[in-house]
């Protein structure tokens, strides 16, 4: 997976939100038991590969593309900071499990510590885990 740090800018910006500095991660989705749908954007949902930018006034989910690792334009989700309950990362062997509870359900991501290819990742991940106090 190749996805530039000003990829995921552009795109934020593209589809008219701020962009937090240094608070991008990747998320694998946890299909087992996701029945979420907020703002009609299931398709999000549907994705293997996403990345959440953390920021303070919301949580965009962004689908990246299995086999091509790019963005997929068009379908995203965002998650407002008054809709967000708890955010909670679970330390495991090889990274962490992501649980975001929302007023409308709970989405589960898997994210590693470090992504092949993405090298803006690690460090926004100690990022994310201090700004969520981890």
Do not use: C
């Amino acid at each position: 997976m190749v996805l530039k740090s000003e990829d995921i800018k552009e795109y934020v910006e593209k589809i008219g939100y701020k962009l937090d500095p240094d608070s991008a991660i990747w998320g694998t989705s946890m299909p087992s038991g996701f029945s979420y749908a907020l703002f009609g954007s299931v398709s999000v949902l549907d994705m293997n590969y996403n990345v959440l930018q953390m920021n303070e006034t919301e949580i965009i989910v962004i689908p990246v593309s299995n086999t091509s690792g790019k963005i997929s334009q068009g379908d995203f989700l965002v998650i407002p900071e008054e809709d967000v309950e708890s955010v909670k990362f679970k330390k495991g062997m090889l990274g962490f499990t992501l649980e975001i509870l929302t007023s409308q359900g709970e989405l589960k991501f898997k994210v590693r510590k470090a992504m092949l290819g993405a090298s803006w990742h690690k460090e926004n991940l100690g990022n994310v885990l201090m700004k969520f106090e981890q």
